[in-house]
């Protein structure tokens, strides 16, 4: 028997939204991980990213285990992760995309991936992609309520927007990313924006130290991207990330407005030569020395900007997952004032609570 879609397909995707949307819709916990749709054909397993390239040597584990619970002929489409101290760990799965073969099996032995199911796309001989998401949903539960108890994860998911938000509430201290909403009649439509995500935004003043020119200009006449930073309690400025995306009359403005504050060879700056400390995070890698930051222009840390942001990540020093998104100057802050306390840090959760779709807080039974 012949799988009736073949990789790669583009998975569905989601639009951004301030609230819940109004009317039949089925919300779902939002995972940290790499997206990844699964195809299986006899003994015969693809784990393929959100842009169409195969998995497969990264994560040995996952596809050991698919073939052991999978049916023979099935299309998935969900979510790689890994768990560590009962919340989800995106460092650690970026950690598995590394060349070293050695690497990734030890890492395979220590950070295991886990395979977590969202949609069913196809299923023996049956295109699902035309079906409504309340057959498709139905269908994958019951593939993950077959065969032994760690069988097929399932995410969970609830008609109830009462229920959703409070998982928007708690979860994310498991380190979830929000909630995903679905039309309950709703085809799957693969590459469209036909799904809503609401996902947790927070505010963070911090300092503007640097900038990149925009790539597709002259440097000099265009800001494509202002490095951000914050102070930890020794006083010392952090690279925590970038703001960017603005328009183009907005990166020529900033490029003259920000000329004044450019460091000059004599200066000193905290990301540059030997101001930079042990441990600190600066642009352009680990290097502390100017030739290995060219990519970027230093300013003299004098410029206050608040900016949204969703999450962090990394040990501490933590730096912003994604790209912030401007929301206004603050010349009312003193740039010393930008600190790592204003960042906001959600309750933990137990994830354990999250798989099983339950309300429950950590050590509760």
């Known amino acids: 028997m012949a799988l009736p879609l073949r ?30 749709l699964v195809f299986r054909e006899a003994d015969e397993i693809l784990l393929q990213s959100r842009t169409g ?10 596809m050991r285990r698919l073939v052991e619970i999978l049916p023979e002929e099935i299309v998935l489409d969900g979510e790689l992760v890994v768990a560590r101290g009962g919340r989800l760990d995106f460092d650690a799965l970026g950690e598995r995309i590394h060349p070293a073969d050695s690497r990734v099996r030890m890492l395979a032995e220590t950070t295991p991936a ?3 199911a969202f949609d069913l796309l196809a299923l023996g001989s049956r295109d699902l992609l035309a079906a409504p998401l309340h057959e498709r949903r139905e269908l994958l539960v019951e593939l993950g309520s077959r065969g032994e108890p760690a069988g097929l994860r399932i995410t969970p998911a609830t008609t109830d927007p009462d229920t959703a938000m409070t998982w928007f509430d708690l979860f994310e201290g498991a380190g979830l990313d929000g909630i995903v909403c679905k039309l309950l009649d709703g085809a799957y439509t693969p590459g469209r924006r036909t799904m809503i995500k609401l996902k947790h935004e927070r505010t963070a003043d911090c300092v503007v130290a640097g900038l990149r020119w925009h790539a597709k200009t002259e440097p000099g006449t265009s800001v494509g991207s202002l490095l951000l930073g914050l102070y930890d309690d020794r006083d010392v400025l952090h690279h925590v990330g970038v703001v960017g995306a603005f328009t183009g009359a907005v990166r020529r403005s900033l490029a003259a407005e920000l000329a004044e504050l450019h460091v000059a060879d004599s200066e000193e700056h905290p990301w540059l030569g030997e101001q930079a400390a042990d441990g600190q995070r600066v642009p352009g890698g680990e290097s502390r020395w100017r030739k290995a930051s060219a990519d970027w222009v230093p300013l003299r840390p004098e410029r206050v900007v608040e900016v949204a942001y969703d999450h962090t990540e990394g040990a501490q020093p933590a730096r912003f997952r994604h790209t912030a998104r401007f929301r206004r100057w ?8 930008c600190r790592y306390d204003q960042l ?20 509760s039974p």
Do not use: H, T
């Not at 989601?14 to 819940?20: I, K, R, Y």
């Open 7 to 36: 990789s790669p397909i583009q998975p569905m995707l989601a639009s951004p939204a301030a609230e819940l949307p109004a009317g039949d819709w089925l919300f779902e916990p939002k995972w940290d991980g790499f997206r990844c």
């Open 330 to 337: 603050r010349p009312d802050r003193d740039p010393a004032s």
């Open 114 to 116: 886990e395979f977590l």
């Open 53 to 62: 390239r195969s998995l497969n040597r990264y994560f040995p584990e996952v």
């Open 344 to 363: 906001d840090e959600p309750v933990r959760y137990d994830l354990a609570g999250v798989l099983a779709g339950e309300v429950r807080q950590p050590g």
